[in-house]
Antibody, heavy 118, light 113 residues
């Protein structure tokens, strides 16, 4: 079955750029919408944005000026870049598949903890 | 943005008893042309990602026990666990996918009384 795995640095310095990659295994990245969602420690869930496999994106306006989501279909991966990070960006970052268009998030990665600290 | 508000924030229920969690959206998430409510429920256990339980407000995801059910329409929704089991201890979230930015409720922590 389809599985998602996030990867990237666990520690990022303030003002730098957070970069994460989600690898899709057990299935194709084609024909679905792929999202990034984050969860600060002990808090709720915030949708960051999504990308369709052809490259169409939709970002949360609260983060839009700092986000770039891209896709590499040849590697079955999609990526997140979040610039000018602060301590408020410290969170578990999840990648997830939207099971239709639109639909609930039916498949999630295990999540990766990113801490913003000098 | 559509604001999702859950109640209560926390809930303690005895094993075998019914648990009810409410979710209210700041605007309707019912898409009139399809007559579907763009509302999902998730369960999150400590150290794990959320797991979808219910989508379209009342459709149970494959493999989810039938003690979990969803109801409601428009702006008011309910997740019901008919007979609480020990493994149901978790935080539950509602989420709307009617419009972007997709938004989640603040979560309801369910514990055993």
């Amino acid at each position: 079955q389809v599985q998602l795995q996030e990867s990237g640095p666990g520690l990022v310095k303030p003002s730098e750029t957070l970069s994460l990659t989600c690898t899709v295994s057990g299935g194709s990245i084609s024909s679905y919408y792929w999202s990034w969602i984050r969860q600060p420690p002990g808090k709720g869930l915030e949708w960051i944005g999504y990308i369709f496999y052809i490259g169409t994106t939709n970002y949360n306006p609260s983060l839009k000026s700092r986000i770039t989501i891209s896709v590499d279909t040849s590697k079955n991966q999609f990526s997140l870049k979040l610039s000018s990070v602060t301590a408020a960006d410290t969170a578990i970052y999840y990648c997830a598949r939207e099971g239709g268009s639109p639909h609930a998030f039916d498949i999630w990665g295990q999540g990766t903890m990113v801490t913003v600290s000098s | 943005d559509i604001v999702m508000t859950q109640s209560p924030d926390s809930l303690a229920v005895s094993l075998g008893e019914r648990a009810t969690i409410n979710c209210k959206s700041s605007q309707s998430v019912l898409y009139s042309s399809s007559n579907k409510n763009y509302l999902a429920w998730y369960q999150q256990k400590p150290g794990q990602p959320p797991k979808v339980l219910i989508y379209w407000a009342s459709t149970r995801e494959s493999g989810v026990p039938d003690r979990f059910s969803g109801s409601g329409s428009g702006t008011d929704f309910t997740l019901t666990i008919s007979s609480l089991q020990a493994e149901d201890v978790a935080v539950y979230y509602c989420q709307q996918y009617y419009s972007t930015p997709y938004t989640f409720g603040q979560g309801t922590k369910l514990e055993i009384k």
